[in-house]
């Protein structure tokens, strides 16, 4: 539907926003389960490397190293889960999709790549690109406390 003067309609405007935020909000919730299955998968090899005792040196080297391994792991998508939340978070307040740093609409193509992407292309590379340690802001996500969402405690009683 187009308006006398060519353009968009305000409603038609509205409606394609509406369906990117949806099908965004299926892409979020989509790594996020993703994420919590990969960490569930890498909690259960965790405890399974473990290996009981008595065992020789290099039975104990090898499980240390497979559980080393699986935590960094761990560690890593926990890393993705906030930054999912965090994403989720700004979907809620109607923030995400847009650059933290420049305000621009960071391109779908981005966000099918990187849900979590905070920051469009130019200015996450402008962030990589920092030499010394401590220069520019504090990232989104680490401005709040992160707590672990309830499927993760789940994962390890089980």
Known sequence: MKSKTGGKTKASRQSQAGARLKDLSKLLARARQEVLARVRVLRKEEQDDAVELPADDLDVARSLEDIETDAGLIERYEFQLKAIDAALSRLERGRYGICEKCKEEIPIERLKAVPFAAYCIDCQ??????????????????????????????????
């Open 125 to 158: 590379k402008t962030r990589n690109e920092r030499k010394r340690p401590g220069e520019g802001d504090v990232d989104e996500p680490s401005r709040h406390v992160w707590t672990p969402p309830e499927e993760l405690k789940e994962s390890v009683e089980k």
